[in-house]
């Protein structure tokens, strides 16, 4: 078979011939010149690359690259953690130079937390040098300078910078932004803002902190807390409702943006993880549990499963004193739903459902209805919520809940009307002023009403009158059988405890109300309306579902 012409072609290597080939060009003075004018030209065109670019990479090409910075995700920048907030491990109380070293090089630390004061704090001897120190210490040795010196050396561990008082706070965010460009890890910058479980006043002033950080050096995550205290019996305690929406509205009221950091002490947790659930959905923030060294009892094995349950790994942050504890949660983390509590389980079969409501009235207001699937809180009479599926009445099916009224604003309550109020066959719903259908009130003032509301015919109303407890709490049902409406309510000891997640032993208040036949819509579907009657008071409803009755 014939050679193609691909084939048949024949090369010659000669390095020899090659070089003096390229020796007779570069001697001719037009090429030469031709040469030396194009390296020129590559040279500048690649300075003004660089220099406009920053580097070979195109600049409009690395606006979605990952680019680390002191405000960046502690889990990107160690990816080894998997994203999991429990892989992230810490050493705590970093305040001198030789548990600084033994963290700087520790294979098993990814975050340094430290606590910063003026030296001399609050004695004769004051000086404006911040050093590393906690209450009730006054003075160290080691200053915030060579203490930071030391973290810039190795620049491998993130830190935090736990605040003591707010006089150290601006002075000590100089000293860090003036090594900014030197400092090439993650920070946290933390300040216990709001009095907490058993909490002594703050000494770090929130409005102010905040303001300073956003001065001072504002690339970093913004850490925030509560004061607590030691206590021998911490059952009936934890982080309320008013401290979590005092939380919440700090945020919203300095426009703080994420990254943000909330820590919760582990010692009281067992009753605070639906407000703390709460106001993470509420603020796109994150959480940290942390431990205090006199808190080593073994019992947090189900709190922390709870958090683990109920916030996702990359929500959820530990530093723990308890090594029992590290173990325990590292090897149970994914499984937090086998080892969970049997009144977090009760809870869960209550659970509310946000995606199962609409939003009525003027829900535009700023916080009148905040809602998560661990509660909605209610702040305003203007707004309302109202299922989205609707249902004939029956006696099979029921609407209940749980409802707290908190007293924020400090405003009398005005009788008959401080209250909440369940709208069943609602026949018209689209102003919040006269929503048509059969009302059932909770009073503040322990008053329970089923009437009529806007309908045609006949109107009715009946009423009893409860003994209202100290925490304004209260568990509800409403059941539209056709013929009558079974109201019933029962005054709760508490609507914050984990074990008021158990059935009331209480005897519950129970209204049957006859409904006249004129009201009619029985072969009708209707949707469930629920609503703050007045705006003296926020409502914090939990357990709200529409169940069928067994």
């Not at 299922?387 to 009224?405: C, D, S």
Request: overall charge neutral; some cysteine.
């Amino acid at each position: 078979m014939a050679k193609s012409w691909f084939e048949s072609m024949h090369y010659e290597v000669n390095p020899r011939k090659d070089a003096e080939m390229v020796k007779r060009l570069l001697s001719n003075p037009q090429i030469k010149k031709h040469l030396i004018v194009r390296c020129a030209c590559l040279g500048v065109f690649l300075f003004l690359w660089i220099y406009i670019n920053g580097g070979l990479y195109p600049k409009y090409l690395r606006g979605g690259m990952l680019e680390i910075g002191n405000d960046a995700d502690v889990l990107a920048f160690y990816p080894e953690c998997e994203n999991d907030g429990t892989n992230i491990k810490w050493a705590h109380g970093v305040n001198t130079l030789d548990k600084l070293e033994r963290a700087l090089y520790s294979n098993d630390v990814h975050m340094v937390e430290a606590d910063v004061m003026l030296r001399g704090r609050g004695t004769e001897n004051q000086e404006q040098v911040p050093v590393m120190a906690k209450v009730p210490d006054k003075d160290s040795d080691v200053t915030f300078d060579m203490w930071l010196d030391e973290v810039i050396k190795a620049n491998t561990k993130g830190i935090k910078l736990d605040f003591q008082h707010i006089d150290a706070v601006e002075l000590t965010l100089q000293k860090l932004k003036e090594r900014k460009e030197e400092l090439k890890v993650p920070v946290w910058i933390h300040g216990d803002v709001l009095q907490g479980p058993f909490g002594d006043k703050p000494r770090v002033e929130a409005t102010r902190f905040v303001k300073i950080i956003r001065k001072m050096f504002k690339e970093c995550t913004l850490s925030l807390g509560w004061t607590t205290g030691h206590h021998t019996d911490v059952s009936q305690s934890g982080y309320t409702w008013d401290m979590v929406l005092d939380m919440y509205y700090i945020i919203h009221k300095l426009e703080i943006e994420p990254p943000i950091m909330f820590s919760a002490r582990a010692a009281y947790l067992q009753n605070s993880v639906p407000p703390l659930k709460w106001l993470i959905d509420n603020t796109r923030a994150r959480l940290l549990v942390w431990q205090d060294p006199r808190d080593l009892d073994e019992r947090y094995h189900e709190d922390l499963m709870h958090v683990s349950y109920r916030f996702p790994p990359h929500k959820s942050f530990f530093d723990l004193t308890n090594e029992n504890l590290e173990v325990y949660l590292k090897e149970n983390r994914h499984t937090s739903g086998q080892k969970l509590d049997a009144r977090v389980e009760m809870r869960d079969s209550l659970m509310f459902r946000p995606e199962a409501w609409v939003k009525m009235g003027f829900h535009m207001e700023p916080h009148s209805i905040l809602a998560s699937t661990e509660a909605v809180v209610l702040q305003s009479r203007a707004v309302y919520m109202v299922t989205k599926a609707k249902y004939k009445p029956t006696g099979n099916l029921k609407i209940q809940g749980r409802v707290q009224f908190l007293d924020r604003k400090s405003l009398q309550p005005e009788q008959g009307h401080t209250g909440l109020s369940i709208f069943v066959r609602t026949a018209s719903y689209m102003d919040f002023e006269n929503i048509k259908g059969i009302k059932c009130y909770i009073g503040l003032d322990g008053e329970i009403v089923v009437e009529s509301s806007n309908l045609p015919g006949p109107s009715f109303r009946e009423s009893q009158r409860m003994t209202p407890g100290s925490a304004n709490c209260f568990r509800f049902s409403v059941v539209d059988t056709g013929k009558e409406v079974i109201f019933t309510v029962t005054v709760m000891h508490d609507c914050f405890t984990l074990e008021s997640s158990k059935p009331s032993d209480r005897v519950p208040a129970e209204m049957r109300v006859s409904v006249p036949a004129e009201v009619g819509g029985i072969e009708v579907e209707h949707p469930f309306v629920v609503k703050l009657e007045d705006s003296k008071r926020t409502a914090v409803l939990d357990e709200l579902t529409v169940k069928y009755r067994t």
